[in-house]
Structure formats: C-alpha cells, structure tokens
C-alpha cells in the first residue's frame, strides 16, 4: 500500500497535458479521460445523494480476465460493499443483500451475477450508465431499504451501424446496432458466452491448488447473456422502447462422486459403495415495453415490464453396504439409503407504471406517479429418504419419507407518489413527498405511509449542505442460510404473521467543488443513521433438513447501521485520482437469537478504504489502478467443542456365531459436538488487494479501431479468505482452515469496434 501511496504522490506533482475534451464513448480512444470520472458534479447542486457511473469509467477500471465488470465499480462507491469476493449480492450501507435494488432500466433483476458472483450480468457494451442512489432517496423509488442500483442501456443508433467484438480468457461477447429506419427506428444487440471450463478452469485449478467443491463446481459451469432492443420514433415528442434480457448460469454439477471400499472384520467382509450428485442452475429474463413523451412543461414515462427470477438446486446421495460371511462370501445383509434435498426459489413480476415530471416556471417541478405489480413466488424446500433393509431368510423391510415445504405465494403491490422540489432564492432547495405502498397478501392489506425530506443549502457556489429523510418499506425477503449469500437462498413474501420490514434513514453531509484552471476538486462527506424493524433470519435451530416449512423457521428483529463516508477525487491533465472511505457499524436484535442480545450483521464492516488512479501519459494509452482495504467479514464460528460418545448400533454391527442373535453392537466412537454461543462473534482477517490495468488503442485508417488490455487482478497476491473452516485432526488437534478463490490472476483480453 506504500509503494502505491507513493507513485500516487509522485505523479500528482508531474506537470502533464490533458490530449483531449471530448465526453462521448469514444473518448478512451482519442487520450481523453474526461468522460471516466464519476460524475459526483452533477449531483453537488441538488439534494439526492447519487452517483452517476459513465461507460468509460466502466472500460477503465481493472477488469477480470478481460472482462469489464459494472457491479465492480458500484463496489468503489463510498457506503458499498459485497460480503466476500465471490459473493452474489450488494450490501449498500449496512444493509442486506436483499435491501439493495439492483435493477436494468428499472426492471428488478433479483441475482445479478454469473459464477456465483465472479461477474456480474451486466454486459458493459450495452451499458449508457449507472444510477447509484445511497440515500435521499426520491419519492420515485420504493420496495427496498437501503439503496438503489439502476443500470440504463443504449439505444441503437438512429444513422450508423455500429459494432464490436471481444475475447478474453474468461468470455467473448459481441454487439451490433444501427438504423432499421433511418432516423425513425433503430436495435442494439448483443451476446456474451463464457467458457471458463475450457480455458481457465485448469489454470484456476492450479492457482488455487485446493481440492474443494467450491472450486470443482467452476469447472463444470457456463453462463451466457443476451441483450436486444428496438427503438422506434413516433415524433419528435413520443419514443417506443421495447428491450429483453435473457441471462443463465448453464448448469453448475459435482458429477457422481463415488467411493467404494471392502475390508474383513471378524469374518465378515464389509462392501461400501456410496455416490452423490449436485445439480444446480439459475437465471433471469427480463422484458420492458416503454414509452416516453414530453411537451415543454410535463414529461411522461410509462412501462410495463415483467421480470423472472428461477434457481433450483438439488443435491442427491446414495450409501449401500453388504455384508458376507469370509471366506465362504455368502451373503448375510445389506443396508441401503438414498437421501435427497431439492431447494428452488422463483420469482416472477409482472409491473405496470407511469411517471410524470411537470416543470414549473415558479421555481417548483413535480413529480408524481403510480406503479403496480404482482411477485409470484414459489420457495420450495423438499427432503425425501428411503432405507432398504435386507437379511438373509428374512423378509426386506422399508422405510421412506418424502416432505415438501412451501409452495406458491402471491403478492400485489400498488403504490402512488408525489413530490415538489422547490428552489428558494436559488440559494437552497428543497424536496417534500410521500409515497404510500399497499401491500396485499392472502388475509391480510396494509398500507404504509413513507415520507420523504431532501433539503440543500448552497453556503457558497463551491460548497453545498444536504439533509434528508426518508422511510422506507420492502415486503420481499432473502433468507440466507449461511454467512455468504449465493444463488441458493429462498425469496421469501410478507404474510398475515411476517409484516413487511420498515426502515428510516437520515442522513447529513457536505459537498464540495471547483476547479484552478487546469485542476479539477470534487470532495463530499456524509453521515448516514438507518434503524429498520421487521428484519427477518433464520432461527437458531434452523436446519434445511428441518421437516419444518420456512414461515416457522423465521425470527423478526431489529437492525442498526451508521456510519460516515468521505469521498474525494482530483483532476489534473491525464491524471484521475480518487479516494472513498467509509468507518460505519451494523448491528441486529432478535429475541430468540444470540440470547436476545445485539449481535454484529453478516454486513458490518468498520472500515473501507478504496484507492484510484487512472492516467494517462501519452494519447491511446491508459493505465489504471486500485486498492482496496476493508476490515474483515463477520462470521459464526464455534466457541466450545465437546468431545462425547455415542452408540453407533444403527450404523456399524459385527457378526458373531458364538451369539444366539448373532449381531452385537461392538463400536463406540467419539463425535465433535460444536457450540455456537455468539452470532457472528468472529471476523476473518482483513482484506486487501491492489489490481492495474494498461489499455492500449489502436486506431485504423480505413475502419474501425482496436483495443488491447492487459489486467493483473490482485498483483501482491494476497490471499484473502473466501470462508474458514474448522479442521480436526488426530496429531493437530482443532485448527482454522481458510480457503481462497481469487489469487493473483493476469489476464489479456481484445476488442475491435467500429
């Protein structure tokens, strides 16, 4: 972190010239590094805490084996973060993965991310920019707690095709868009398919050189994602928009793993043979018709969409063992069970709004709206067992169950807003609003009032202070079954006895700019208190082998998050610097858990430092750099190992001829018994890591132009735990094993576009 502390320094003193000043796409290949800074600008004078994230901030930033990760850059964002690398959601401010919107063009998109959150499902090609808001939240917004993530794609191009191509080591992707009709109707699409099996599985393998089922399973996994759209022009007042996503993890499979064995035990010989099967896919499809109008004072967004959300995983384990007499091998007995666990969680959405903006020339705008939509779920938990038994000269006896908890639930959302931003002297401004949601599920209609408050005062033109209030409501939940979220957790409704959860967020802050001549300063800090109720975990004694459904496994609580955030970036001629940090707590309360005391979320995270930089030294050539710090993840370890007999009769039985009914228990064997005493009572070690990226244009003189990039992902190679394990052995005795999923890793990828 010094070395990199100290180039910083150093080339900040570096007299040097900015090559150009264009703000479009293109400008990474013409040495212009305008268009990359995150445009906390535009939201200085105003009083919502957003960030807005430009496609070239996105081509900038260190990629994975090539590949350009938009979620990647919300997680550089001041008051974000993901649990663990390899984690599949955002947690934005100290709230769960399940509060934080992460939506394409405002479709919901519920499991944003491929490989188990390798990648996002985001293709960067297709990507006009981010919306990030973090707090003062806009009436507009509602269904979810702590923050939102809206990604907005491109329309194709109304008078040129326009087009590119990518390999990389982890996926190639390709995209294309043009007029259909010149200047009346115009598509984008693209396509983007992995195949990390082929080419990175080995050398992934041989990186991390640990024999788990967590790295097999990225061995036999595939994904791929297709955006399309059309854009038609009616007049130069009302657009048409109809835009699909589609986007699937293949199959992700530990394919029949087998042992067996045989051994003599007093004049028995034992035969084991045993086999498991994992089987696990997901993904989501989205699909949005809109359209928009404006006339000089009022502008009009209206859409339907419908979104899905399907996972299934199913995990299916098979044990015989046959006894014969040695050495005559005649058969005596043999045990047979096959045990099976299926877990499937969908979601479909079907949504009709509307949205308006009226323009006032007394200082005022408007904003008011309505939206509606019916979530489909269907969380199914189903175990099955079957245990054959036979002996010789005995009749088989047989005994199964099979237990099926969940099913469908349906729940109607209808919510209607409005909102008046006011301009005062043009010194202040202020935001007044509410937004009312009805949430209605069998048996049960609620209504919940959220008020919301933003004011901004301009104390001087570089220098403005920002308040807000919101509350918020969500009645959708995720129920996480350990502490890393994954594809595998159940989506879970609001019912007459679980009430949607209910938060209220402050937040106070100050935001600064300007610019000497050839330098450029953007800097803000802020605070941010959240109190939420309703918050639903599982409870203490939850097992996914419970015959239990989810509803009666469930505990509600309370939950804190507060913290502070500082975010400054600088501008001089080729040089873009930045720093976030954000010193925050999270902390929950549930009667029947961890003794009914407070205990630290799966989110708290103390401190998080990200450091960037991007320069470029001479035109078509861009380096890039960042570093993260964070304090390490929470997590549930035990605190007490007893050791303990027990009669293992059901399982391990000795022939004996000198017995009249030949079979006695004789084994005995010591077993691990392990306490959890304290919810989340332990943090890994802290995690850090640095990641550079060149970029290198090359522009054609008759078409096109290309561009090689060259990434290296974690360069000092820190290993950064993923999860740890406890470990026993004979000689060793209770250790601490942790596993690591992301080494050092460089990569080369390369893009042609024209």
Not at 279 to 291: C, H, M
Not at 334 to 346: F, V
């Amino acid at each position: 972190m010094y070395i990199y502390l100290l180039i910083l320094t150093t080339l900040a003193i570096l007299p040097l010239r900015l090559a150009g000043q264009t703000s479009d796409s293109t400008a990474l290949f013409k040495g212009s590094l305008d268009a990359a800074v995150i445009s906390a600008k535009n939201t200085i004078h105003n009083n919502i805490t957003k960030h807005h994230i430009s496609p070239l901030q996105v081509k900038l930033t260190p990629s994975i084996f090539g590949e350009n990760d938009p979620l990647k850059i919300v997680l550089t964002m001041p008051g974000i973060q993901n649990n663990s690398e390899g984690d599949v959601g955002i947690s934005i401010r100290g709230g769960g993965t399940d509060q934080s919107l992460i939506s394409l063009d405002d479709v919901p998109i519920y499991s944003p991310a491929h490989l188990k959150g390798f990648v996002s499902s985001f293709n960067s090609d297709i990507i006009s920019g981010i919306d990030v808001y973090t707090g003062g939240f806009p009436s507009k917004y509602g269904s979810r707690l702590s923050g939102i993530v809206n990604i907005t794609s491109k329309n194709g191009d109304f008078e040129k095709f326009h087009g590119g191509i990518t390999v990389g080591l982890l996926s190639s992707k390709i995209h294309f868009c043009g007029p259909i009709i010149n200047n009346r109707t115009s598509f984008i699409i693209s396509y983007r398919k992995s195949y990390f099996p082929l080419i990175l599985g080995p050398i992934y393998e041989n990186i991390i050189k640990a024999n788990s089922e967590y790295i097999a399973q990225f061995n036999q996994i595939g994904y791929y994602d297709l955006n399309a759209g059309i854009t038609q022009k009616i007049n130069n007042s009302h657009i048409l928009d109809l835009k699909f996503y589609k986007g699937d993890d293949i199959i992700s499979f530990i394919r029949d793993n087998e042992n067996t064995s045989s051994y003599i035990y007093q004049d028995t010989l034992k035969k084991r043979h045993s086999t498991s099967t994992d089987d696990e896919q997901w993904g989501n499809t989205a699909i949005l018709l809109r359209w928009k109008a404006r006339t000089q004072t009022i502008s009009a967004n209206t859409y339907s969409y419908y979104t899905r959300y399907q996972h299934k995983y199913q995990y299916q384990k098979t044990q015989k063992e046959e006894q014969y007499f040695h050495p005559k091998n005649s058969f005596i007995k043999s045990i047979t069970e096959q045990s099976s666990l299926l877990r499937k969680s969908e979601i479909e959405e079907y949504s009709l709004g509307s949205d308006l903006t009226l323009d006032s020339k007394k200082n005022h705008t408007f904003y008011m709206g309505g939206k509606i939509s019916l979530q489909n779920l269907n969380p199914i938990s189903e175990n099955s067992y079957l245990e054959e038994y036979s002996m010789a000269n005995k009749e088989d006896s047989l005994y199964s169950y099979n237990t099926t908890q969940g099913g469908y639930y349906h729940l109607l959302t209808a919510s209607i807003y409005g909102e008046d931003d006011i301009t005062i002297n043009k010194i202040s401004n202020i935001s007044v609003g509410i937004r009312l949601t009805g949430y209605y599920t069998p048996n049960k209609f609620i209504v919940i009032p959220e008020p919301r408050v933003r004011g901004a005062l301009y104390i001087t033109p570089h220098l403005t202070l920002k308040a807000s209030y919101s509350r918020m409501s969500q009645a959708i939940h995720q129920l996480t079954s350990s502490n890393i979220s994954s594809p595998s957790d159940l989506w879970v409704p609001s019912t007459a006895e679980l009430p949607p959860m209910i938060s209220n967020n402050i937040t106070l802050g100050l935001w600064h700019e300007k610019d000497y001549n050839r330098l450029s300063l953007v800097s803000s800090i802020e605070g941010y208190y959240k109190i939420s109720s309703n918050n639903m975990e599982y409870s203490e004694n939850y097992s996914p082998l419970n015959k239990a459904c989810w509803e009666d496994q469930v505990e509600l609580g309370r939950e804190k998050n507060y913290g502070i955030e500082f975010n400054g970036k600088i501008e001089w001629g080729p040089i873009i610097s930045s720093i976030t940090y954000t010193l925050s707590k999270s902390i929950q309360q549930f009667d029947n858990i961890n003794n009914g005391n407070w205990f630290y979320s799966n989110q708290d995270c103390r401190n998080n430092l990200i450091i960037g930089l991007t320069y470029s030294p001479f035109k078509n050539f861009t380096i890039s750099s960042t570093f993260y710090y964070k304090t390490g993840k929470r997590f549930t370890m035990s605190d007490v190992i007893v050791k303990m007999g027990s009669d293992l009769f059901t399982y391990f039985t000795s022939y004996n001829p000198n017995i009249n009914n030949m079979f006695v228990d004789v084994i005995w064997e010591l077993t691990r018994i392990l306490t959890y005493t304290q919810r989340n009572g332990y943090k890994m070690e802290d995690y850090h890591r640095m990641d550079i990226s060149f970029d290198y244009n090359i522009p054609h003189k008759k078409f096109g132009h290309s561009n090689i990039n060259l990434s290296i992902y974690n360069v000092y190679n820190h290993l950064n735990p993923y999860k740890v394990n406890i470990t026993y052995n004979v000689d060793r005795g209770i250790s601490l094993k942790k596993l690591c999923i992301f080494p050092f890793m460089p990569s080369i990828s390369y893009t042609f576009e024209f």
